[in-house]
């Protein structure tokens, strides 16, 4: 069984940095592609990057240049930096975790990390 769990998440002024964990157990972590995704609410949920086995990472218009995802294969985990910060940045942030490069519907979630960005 592959599990997930977030952590890291609170508030932050705008402006501000942040950095969300992803530890997962379960499965061949240095095998999976690693995906991050936020759902503001009343909003559909949102791709915001992510990192290959190989590592290759790729990320969506509204953070490139902001987010940084990284990985530590020995740690099991993957890593989201958030820096310059927005009031739209706001959201549930999950990661996700797949065999495939992308992230498909038959990756494994985590519950998620509330991020708030509010002065």
């Known amino acids: 069984q592959v599990q997930l769990v977030e952590s890291g998440g609170g508030l932050v002024q705008p402006g501000g940095s942040l950095t969300l964990s992803c530890a997962v157990s379960?499965?061949?972590?240095?095998?999976?592609?690693l995906g991050w995704f936020r759902q503001a609410p009343g909003k559909d949920r949102k791709f915001i990057g992510r990192i290959t086995r190989d590592p290759i990472t790729a990320y969506g218009d509204s953070v490139e240049g902001r987010f940084t995802i990284s990985r530590d294969n020995a740690k099991n985990t993957a890593y989201l930096q958030m820096k310059s910060l927005k009031p739209e940045d706001t959201g549930v942030y999950y990661c996700?975790?797949?065999?495939?490069?992308?992230?498909?519907?038959?990756?494994?979630w985590g519950q998620g990390a509330q991020v708030t960005v509010s002065p």
């Open positions: 996700a975790a797949d065999t495939s490069v992308v992230i498909t519907r038959n990756a494994y």
């Open positions: 379960g499965g061949t972590f240095s095998t999976y592609t």
